[in-house]
């Protein structure tokens, strides 16, 4: 009879750690390539490295529309925005400087 119940013991205290194991945990799948207190709207500099956009080192005002992965969009933030899209990779970008308002 006690081996019924050992067993028994041993099924529910697997069964009760199973339980209080809780969910797994998960890494963000979509690395932010931007600072997170830069948001969309918002006004920056991006400072390319050297030799990545030109000959030289370069940079670009930004007012950002959207992000995708290691893209940004910039845009105006008109009522009426023209349909021009500027997309900007991230991975050449050395440098975010926000813009005072």
């Known amino acids: 009879m006690s081996n019924r119940l050992s067993a028994l ?10 339980l209080a194991s809780g969910p797994s945990v998960r890494a963000d799948e979509r690395p ?27 940079s670009v005002p930004c007012t950002i ?10 845009g105006s933030t008109d009522i009426i925005p023209s349909r021009e899209q500027h997309w900007y990779d991230l991975t050449r970008v050395v ?7």
Request: glycine residues 10%.
């Open 9 to 18: 013991w041993l099924l529910l205290a697997v069964f009760a750690g199973y």
């Open 32 to 58: 932010r390539r931007l600072p997170y207190l830069i948001t969309r709207g918002e006004t920056v500099t991006l400072v390319f490295a050297y030799g990545t956009r030109a000959s030289g080192g370069s």
């Open 65 to 74: 529309t959207d992000e995708s992965d290691s893209w940004v969009r910039c």
């Open 95 to 101: 440098e975010v400087v926000r813009q005072e308002k």
